[in-house]
């Protein structure tokens, strides 16, 4: 998994720069990102980026369409193995009613349904496990659907180039002091409880879903304003749980308070916690080097505790079990 981690910034460049066709669909007032995992998560960074434009978006992470969708909503269906049921299901239900439809996928069912149906389909290969070729599927998607998602080519590149400073930084040709991944990753003894601010969410999503996946251990994320009205009672007892704070460069005024105040609370009660600052910069910047910076402390933290990163046996056992052909 390492060799796959420590070429993210190649891999990132080489997607934006690949052979994909652009697309631009117009009179879309409405984008569903349907995906699960790792590919869910690529409909949260959109979610985020697009959450100032006047485009209303749906991140899927199931079955169902959204009641609202119509033949102006624009359905991106992202499943790396092309064989994941929910985003199957989304797509199929997207088909029926005339929604406008573009899927990535390596092959599988995806690429066969949309072969099938004449449905728009970018094949993007698996490198490693799907949550690996997280950042070619990012970029790949990026390289597609920038002009009608109205993400800039500068901000795009700028995220290319923050990946490649971290990358130096935090990759396993620098196991030293200076490594933030690997310092938090022998930090981490217990349950990691992630916070994240409003924006931000799907690094705190995508770290609890590595934690998880590649260190198999428990993990929890919470929205931190969200928190402030129910989660922080919890620290007033002794527990295993470890707070780590994700914390923006740009957060809104009262989300910063918010951190204070927490701090503050943790402080009092005698609990160790961790701080991960944002970058400043672009917001597609600032979450693909926190999601670098912390899919790296999984990795390093699963190795920490002589744990294979790459096999998901309960995963594989629950597809398994699922009796597809009565969905
Ligand atoms: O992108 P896919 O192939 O649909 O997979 C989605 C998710 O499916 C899970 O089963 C995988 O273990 C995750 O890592 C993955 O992100």
Redesign the pocket.
């Known amino acids: 998994m390492y060799a796959v981690y420590d070429r993210w910034s190649e891999i990132a460049r080489e997607s934006f720069e690949s052979e994909q066709n652009m697309v631009n669909f117009d009179h879309i007032n409405h984008i569903v990102f349907a995906?699960?995992?790792?590919?869910?998560t690529i409909g949260d960074i959109f979610s985020s980026i697009l959450s100032r434009s006047k485009i209303h978006v749906n991140v899927v992470k199931g079955y169902v369409l959204p009641k609202t969708a119509d033949s102006n909503t624009l359905v991106v269906s992202?499943?790396?193995?092309?064989?994941?049921a929910e985003?199957l299901s989304v797509l199929e239900s997207a088909q029926k009613i005339n929604c406008k439809t573009i899927a990535f996928s390596s092959g599988g069912r995806i690429l066969d349904f949309c072969t099938k149906n004449k449905i728009q389909h970018r094949v993007v290969p698996q490198i490693h496990?799907?949550?690996a070729s997280f950042v070619s599927y990012l970029y790949s998607i990026l390289k597609v659907l920038h002009v009608t998602l109205g993400i800039k080519q500068e901000d795009i590149l700028e995220s290319i180039e923050e990946l490649e400073k971290i990358g130096t930084r935090i990759n396993s040709s620098n196991l030293t002091d200076s490594n933030m991944s690997l310092n938090l990753a022998k930090w981490i003894t217990g349950i990691p409880m992630i916070y994240y601010p409003f924006g931000l969410q799907s690094t705190g999503i995508r770290f609890k879903?590595s934690l998880n996946?590649n260190a198999k251990i428990h993990a929890s994320a919470e929205d931190v304003i969200e928190a402030c009205h129910n989660g922080v009672v919890s620290w007033e007892k002794k527990s295993n749980f470890q707070p780590i704070l994700i914390e923006g460069q740009d957060d809104h005024i009262k989300t910063k308070e918010r951190w204070q105040i927490l701090k503050k609370l943790l402080q009092q009660n005698d609990i160790e916690y961790k701080e991960i600052i944002s970058i400043k910069g672009g917001i597609l910047s600032k979450l693909v080097n926190l999601i670098y910076l912390l899919d790296y402390t999984t990795i390093y933290l699963a190795i920490k505790l002589n744990t294979d990163p790459t096999p998901?046996k309960s995963?594989d056992f629950i597809?398994k079990n699922l009796k597809i052909e009565k969905i």
Request: aromatic share 0%; net charge positive; no cysteine.
């Open positions: 995906g699960m995992g790792g590919s869910g992202i499943s790396v193995s092309g064989n994941t985003t496990s799907p949550r879903n996946e998901v995963i597809k």
